[in-house]
């Protein structure tokens, strides 16, 4: 009888808790579940462009695409590594030699072409990311670099995002006086990951798109600043 009641007493015990969770903390334990296996990226914003009277183009900024290898997912799946080798035009050898399981995030190419970046996404190839930025480039060199400015870039690490992206900040001239304007908004891609930090894409959250930068008209008429 004894043993009967000890039994009744630990099964009503664990019943009450498994109720507790379901309804109490179920959605605590979600929540947590979900954070825990969740990162944010950064989405840059492209910086608006500067223009002339007659909206000729003075300064504007170009795509700039990097390369970044996840040494331990590579280690994982090393029958990617020559494929990944002959796509970017380098050496197994040399691409062997860079892979670190330690490091997840390791550059080993940049600037490359939009055709390149096709066929590494065609390839499906898991062990690479793609880290876009851009370069600003000036068409009419330093004829107008005194009233343009320059910019800089600056490594910027969102609250709450893991890793940094490149954003071009003015330094001087109207880069600088303007830059509140040209610089733009960052966005934010919601992802979710497996226990290794792949990406799982059929849960991808909802993303934050960034808000491009706005163009700045000057009163400037490049034709006849470069006579003068």
């Given at each position: 009888?004894?043993l009967?009641?000890?039994?009744?007493?630990?099964?009503?015990?664990?019943?009450?808790?498994l109720?507790w969770?379901?309804?109490?903390?179920?959605e605590?334990?979600?929540?947590?579940?979900i954070r825990?296996?969740?990162?944010?990226e950064?989405?840059?914003?492209?910086?608006?462009?500067?223009l002339?009277v007659?909206?000729?183009?003075?300064?504007?900024?170009?795509p700039?695409?990097?390369v970044?290898l996840?040494?331990k997912?590579?280690a994982?799946?090393?029958?990617?590594?020559?494929?990944?080798?002959?796509?970017?035009?380098?050496?197994?050898?040399?691409l062997?030699?860079?892979?670190?399981?330690e490091?997840r995030y390791?550059?080993?190419?940049?600037g490359?072409?939009?055709?390149?970046e096709?066929?590494?996404r065609a390839?499906?190839?898991r062990?690479i990311r793609f880290e876009r930025k851009?370069?600003?480039?000036?068409p009419?060199?330093?004829?107008?670099?005194q009233?343009?400015?320059?910019?800089?870039?600056q490594?910027?690490?969102?609250?709450g995002?893991?890793r940094?992206?490149?954003l071009?900040?003015?330094?001087?001239g109207?880069?600088k006086?303007?830059?509140?304007?040209?610089?733009?908004v960052?966005?934010?891609?919601r992802?979710i990951?497996?226990?290794?930090r792949r990406e799982i894409?059929?849960?991808?959250?909802?993303?934050?798109p960034?808000?491009?930068?706005?163009?700045?008209v000057?009163?400037?008429?490049q034709?006849i600043?470069?006579v003068v």
């Open positions: 009888m004894g009967t009641l000890l039994f009744a007493f630990f099964f009503t015990v664990v019943s009450c808790k109720i969770i379901q309804l109490v903390k179920q605590s334990y979600r929540a947590e579940a825990s296996h969740t990162r944010g950064p989405v840059a914003a492209q910086r608006g462009s500067i002339d007659s909206g000729r183009v003075l300064a504007q900024s170009m700039w695409i990097e970044r996840d040494g997912i590579l994982q799946e090393p029958k990617e590594l020559p494929l990944l080798a002959s796509i970017l035009g380098v050496s197994a050898e040399w062997k030699g860079q892979a670190d399981p490091n390791q550059k080993i190419a940049e490359i072409s939009v055709e390149t096709a066929k590494l390839n499906k190839i062990s851009t370069v600003r480039n000036y009419n060199g330093s004829e107008t670099s009233i343009l400015g320059y910019v800089n870039l490594e910027i690490t969102p609250a995002m893991e940094p992206f490149a071009e900040v003015g330094e001087a109207v880069e006086s303007m830059d509140r304007y040209l610089r733009g960052a966005g934010e891609r992802i990951h497996d226990a290794i894409p059929y849960f991808r959250l909802s993303d934050r960034a808000r491009d930068g706005y163009h700045v000057l009163t400037v008429d034709g600043q470069h």
